[in-house]
C-alpha cells in the first residue's frame, strides 16, 4: 500500500508535469479556464471570486497508479487522512480545520452521502481515480448553493464520459507492492487493473467501464508480524447521453460500486489489536437522469439521483468468543432544479429548488433501527445573482432558506465580490463572507443515542486573496487567508456515573484560520516548478489531525515528446492525535511527528497516445511515520503500469 501511494503521489506529479510540459512556455496554454463549482454554471474562472482548484483530464490521464484520496492531498488546503495508510483504513477528510461532515461531495454535480453514518459523510475509497474525468475544489462555505454538509468546501467530481469518436476502448493494468518501511519484498501485493469503451453515435453518446482492485500484505494496526489485512473494490460505471434537440439533452447514469477489506480492533494500546476474523463489505448502487434544457436567455437544469448504500461487519467477540454481524442500509434521493436567467452579458440570476429525503435502518447485536421510524426530508429554495463586469468587477451574493422536517427552517447566504485588473496589471483580488450549516444525522437524531431537539451546526467564513499570473503567464501565484466560525456543532455526552448516553448540540464557539497558496513556474518549455503551502491553525477542540504546516513541490521534466520525469516532494507538520487507553482506561492525547516523503515517477509513450508505460517509487528514503497513532503507513514502494487506447 505505501507502494501504492508512493507511485500514486509520482504519477500526480508526472500528471501536472506532462501537462505543463505540453503547452510551451513561450504561449501558455491561452485558452480560458472554465470551472462550475461557484454559480453551477460553466463560466471563465478569471470571472470567478473564488480560487478554486482544478484537476483536469489531462492531469488525472498521467497520474496512472494514484488513488483518489493521494491526488486530493496534493491540493493547497486538503489534507485526506489515510491515503498513506492501508487501502482498508478509514479516510479523514480535512479542509480548513474542519472534518469529514463539513466537506461536501459531488458527483456529477450531485450531493452524495451515505445516510446511515454517524456524521452523513461519503465515503471516497468506493470511487477509483481511474474512472474520473475531472475534479473540482472549492474551499469555504457554500451552503447557499449547495446546502448541508458544504460547510469548509466542496469536491466536485465529474465521472468520466464518451469521446466525440463513434467507438473507442481504453485497457489498463498497474502491479506494485504494498511495504510498511520495516518490510521489503518487493513483490506483487497491489494491482488495478480495468476497461471501457465509449462513443458518440448521432443523438446518442454511451460510457461504460469496470474497474478492480486487490492489495495485500500489510496490516492496518501497526506491529511486528500482524496479519495482513486485505481490500479488494470492483467498480461498474454506465453513461448514455441523448440530444433530443438543440435545446434538449438528457444524460443517464447508474454505478455499481463494492469494497470488501479485512479490519483490525481500534489501537488501544494493549498490543492485542490485530485479527483475522475481522470483515467489512460496502457497497453502492447509484442511478439517475439529468435533463439540462437551453433557451435564449438562459438555462435549465434537473440533477437527480438515488442512492442506496449498504454496510455490513463480521467482527469478532472476544467476551463470548463468536461473531458478533452489524448491518447498516440507507437511501437517499435528491431532486435540484436550477434555472440561469441571463438579463444581459452581464447579469444573471440563478434560481433553485431542491428536495432531498434521506432514510436508513440497521441491526446490531445491541440494538435495531427501522427505516419507518429513522427518515427526513429536506426541502430547500435558494437563489445567486452574478454580476460581471466590462471594467473588472465581478460579484457573486446570494441566499437559501432551509426547511428540515425536523428542525425547521434556517436561512444561509453568501457575499463574494473580486476584481481583476487585467487591463492594467495581471491581478485578481477577492473577498468573501458566506455562511453554512450541517443538518443532524439520521442516526445522531433517531438511534438510541438520538436526540430529536438538536439542530443544525452553523459555520461562518470570511476569506480574502489574490491571484496573479506573471511574465507571460509563466508564472501563476495565488493565496488565499481565511477565518472561519463554528457554533452548535453536534457532539456526544456521556455521563460516567449514570452512564446516560445522547448526541447534544454544545454551546459557545470554536475558530479556526491559515493561509493557502500555490505557485506554479513553467521555466522552459520542457521543465516546471509547482508547489503549495498551506498554513491553518484551529481551537483546542478542533486540535486533531490536522497539520498547522503543509507543504507540497514537484518538478516535472518533459524530456521528450514522450518521456516525462517527475520529482515530489511533501512536508507534513506535527499533529495531535487521541486515542483509548486499554490499560489505563483513560483517553490519552499523543503528538505523531513532522515527515517528509520524496517520490519519483517516469512515464514512456511507446505508441503515441495509443500505448503508454510507467514506472513510480514512493518514500524513496523509507522514512517511517504515523498518520494515525498505531496504524500502519507505507514505507518505500514501487509501481508500474501500462496503458492502452484502442
Do not use: W
Not at 491553525?537 to 524530456?559: E, M, S, T, W
Not at 516523503?597 to 518514500?619: D, M
Amino acid at each position: 500500500m505505501k507502494k501504492t501511494v508512493k507511485a500514486v503521489a509520482i504519477l500526480a506529479l508526472l500528471n501536472t508535469c506532462a501537462y505543463a510540459q505540453e503547452q510551451d512556455s513561450t504561449k501558455v496554454n491561452q485558452l480560458k479556464e472554465v470551472v462550475l463549482s461557484d454559480t453551477k454554471f460553466a463560466q471563465s474562472k478569471e470571472k470567478s471570486g473564488k480560487v478554486i482548484e482544478v484537476i483536469t483530464a489531462k492531469d488525472l490521464d498521467k497520474k496512472s497508479g494514484q488513488s483518489l484520496a493521494t491526488v486530493l492531498s496534493q491540493v493547497a488546503g486538503v489534507e485526506i487522512n489515510g491515503n498513506q495508510s492501508a487501502n482498508g483504513k478509514n479516510l479523514g477528510y480535512y479542509i480548513r480545520g474542519g472534518k469529514n461532515r463539513q466537506v461536501l461531495i459531488l458527483i456529477d454535480g450531485i450531493p452524495v452521502t451515505d445516510a446511515s453514518g454517524i456524521s452523513f459523510e461519503y465515503d471516497l475509497r468506493l470511487l477509483p481515480v481511474e474512472k474520473i474525468e475531472k475534479i473540482e475544489i472549492m474551499k469555504g462555505a457554500a451552503s447557499t448553493l449547495y446546502g448541508t454538509g458544504a460547510a469548509t468546501g466542496v469536491i466536485n467530481i465529474t465521472m468520466k464520459k464518451s469521446t466525440k469518436k463513434e467507438i473507442e476502448g481504453n485497457a489498463y493494468v498497474n502491479i506494485g507492492s504494498n511495504n510498511t518501511a520495516d518490510n521489503h519484498k518487493y513483490k506483487g501485493q497491489d494491482f488495478n487493473q480495468g476497461l471501457s469503451v465509449n462513443g458518440n453515435f448521432k443523438k446518442v453518446n454511451y460510457f461504460a467501464g469496470f474497474n478492480s482492485t486487490e492489495t495485500k500484505g500489510m496490516s492496518q494496526i501497526a506491529g511486528a508480524n500482524y496479519e495482513p489485512d486485505s481490500f479488494s473494490r470492483q467498480n461498474l460505471l454506465g453513461k448514455i447521453g441523448f440530444k433530443a434537440s438543440e435545446k434538449l439533452t438528457l444524460d443517464f447514469f447508474g454505478n455499481y460500486d463494492k469494497i470488501k477489506n479485512d479490519f483490525d480492533f481500534a489501537f488501544d494500546n494493549t498490543g492485542f489489536n490485530d485479527t483475522d476474523v475481522n470483515v467489512t463489505t460496502s457497497e453502492q448502487i447509484r442511478f439517475g437522469v439529468s435533463p439540462k434544457y437551453k433557451y435564449n436567455k438562459g438555462e435549465f437544469v434537473l440533477n437527480s439521483g438515488f442512492t442506496k448504500i449498504i454496510r455490513d461487519y463480521n467482527e469478532f467477540n472476544t467476551f463470548s468468543n463468536t461473531i458478533d454481524y452489524s448491518l447498516y442500509e440507507s437511501r437517499s434521493v435528491v431532486l435540484d432544479g436550477f434555472n440561469k436567467y441571463n438579463f444581459s452579458k452581464q447579469f444573471f440570476v440563478i434560481l433553485g429548488a431542491n428536495y432531498q429525503f434521506n432514510d436508513m435502518k440497521s441491526q446490531t447485536p445491541f440494538s435495531a433501527i427501522a427505516n419507518e421510524n429513522t427518515k427526513f426530508n429536506i426541502i430547500d429554495g435558494y437563489t445567486t445573482l452574478v454580476y460581471n463586469s466590462n471594467f473588472g468587477l465581478n460579484v457573486n451574493a446570494g441566499a437559501r432558506l432551509n426547511n428540515h422536517s425536523a428542525y425547521g427552517n434556517n436561512f444561509v447566504y453568501n457575499f463574494n465580490p473580486s476584481y481583476n485588473f487585467k487591463t492594467s496589471f495581471p491581478l485578481k483580488v477577492l473577498a468573501s463572507y458566506s455562511t453554512a450549516y450541517i443538518t443532524p444525522s439520521l442516526y445522531q437524531l433517531y438511534s438510541e443515542y438520538g436526540n430529536a431537539d438538536l439542530t443544525p451546526e452553523k459555520n461562518a467564513t470570511v476569506e480574502a486573496g489574490f491571484e496573479t499570473e506573471l511574465f507571460n503567464k509563466k508564472v501563476k501565484l495565488n493565496a488565499v487567508g481565511f477565518f472561519r466560525n463554528q457554533t452548535n456543532a453536534i457532539d456526544f455526552y456521556f455521563n460516567s456515573t449514570t452512564f446516560e448516553a445522547y448526541y447534544v448540540n454544545v454551546n459557545g464557539e470554536t475558530k479556526a484560520k491559515g493561509v493557502e497558496t500555490s505557485l506554479n513556474i513553467a521555466v522552459t518549455s520542457k521543465l516546471q516548478l509547482n508547489g503549495n503551502y498551506t498554513f491553518t491553525q484551529v481551537d483546542k477542540a478542533l486540535d486533531r489531525l490536522i497539520p498547522k504546516h503543509k507543504v507540497n513541490a514537484g518538478l516535472d521534466f518533459q524530456a521528450t515528446n514522450r518521456t516525462l520525469f517527475s520529482v515530489n516532494y511533501q512536508y507534513f507538520d506535527a499533529r495531535n492525535d487521541v486515542f483509548f487507553d486499554g490499560n489505563t482506561f483513560g483517553v490519552v492525547t499523543t503528538q505523531l511527528g513532522s515527515y517528509q516523503l520524496v517520490n519519483a515517477s517516469l512515464k514512456y509513450e511507446l505508441i503515441k497516445s495509443r500505448l503508454s508505460i510507467f514506472g513510480a517509487a514512493t518514500n524513496i528514503f523509507n522514512e517511517e511515520f504515523f498518520e494515525n497513532v498505531g496504524y500502519s503507513t507505507r514505507g518505500r514502494n514501487f509501481k508500474i503500469g501500462l496503458n492502452i487506447v484502442l
